[in-house]
Antibody, heavy 113, light 112 residues
Framework: EVHLLESGGGLVQPGESLRLSCAASGFSFRVQAMSWVRQAPGKGLEWVSAIVGSSATYYADSVKGRFTISRDNSKNTLYLQMNSLRAEDTAVYYC???????WGQGTLVTVPS | DIVMTQTPLSSPVTLGQPASISCRSSQSLVHSDGNTYLSWLQQRPGQPPRTLIYKISNRFSGVPDRFSGSGAGTDFTLKISRVEAEDVGVYYCMQATQFPQTFGQGTKVEIK
């Protein structure tokens, strides 16, 4: 059975940093393109970032220059380093396989205004 | 960016009756590899999103066969043949053909 388990969310002050992790199991993680998607309270889904292969990375304009996506295939883990956090980054962050349909349960990041 | 437009945004349905959601993309979703990366997601209240359909019409593991997807190019449809109480939630179309990955606004399905 496939599992994606996010961790690392929490309450941080504006300007601070946070690193999210997503532990994958039950599928061939190393060959999957992976994404981070977020959902602000009461809002729809917003794509944040993706990594294809080991090093091709893509970012939404709203996080470019502040967030960094990476992966450790030896640990089957996806990461999202979030710097210079803003109130508008408050959301539940989900990791998901880009095209094969798997989603995690999400981790909440709160940045007060 | 590819804009995904869903209609309707709200769909009150009677239990046992069919429901249909449309999704239109601002550009063709056919990838250079020949696949069309159009998915349908379901998000029940308080739950994470769950994939129902991928690549237009492929039902994800464990998804009941009352859910079906169709379409091509820029026009796509999700159909529920007979709505059940557990189908209440918000449904999103999503394209992963081109970066940035984009989502429709969501369609809220509720029981009349």
């Amino acid at each position: 059975e496939v599992h994606l388990l996010e961790s690392g969310g929490g309450l941080v002050q504006p300007g601070e940093s946070l690193r999210l992790s997503c532990a994958a199991s039950g599928f061939s993680f190393r060959v999957q393109a992976m994404s981070w998607v977020r959902q602000a309270p009461g809002k729809g889904l917003e794509w944040v970032s993706a990594i294809v292969g080991s090093s091709a990375t893509y970012y939404a304009d709203s996080v470019k220059g502040r967030f960094t996506i990476s992966r450790d295939n030896s640990k089957n883990t996806l990461y999202l380093q979030m710097n210079s956090l803003r109130a508008e980054d408050t959301a539940v962050y989900y990791c998901a396989s880009r095209t094969s349909g798997y989603w995690g349960q999400g981790t909440l990041v709160t940045v007060p205004s | 960016d590819i804009v995904m437009t869903q209609t309707p945004l709200s769909s009150p349905v009677t239990l046992g009756q069919p429901a249909s959601i449309s999704c239109r993309s601002s550009q063709s979703l056919v990838h250079s590899d020949g696949n069309t990366y159009l998915s349908w997601l379901q998000q029940r209240p308080g739950q994470p999103p769950r994939t129902l359909i991928y690549k237009i019409s492929n039902r994800f593991s464990g998804v009941p066969d009352r859910f079906s997807g169709s379409g091509a190019g820029t026009d796509f449809t999700l159909k529920i043949s007979r709505v059940e109480a557990e189908d209440v939630g918000v449904y999103y179309c999503m394209q992963a053909t081109q970066f940035p990955q984009t989502f429709g606004q969501g369609t809220k399905v509720e029981i009349k």
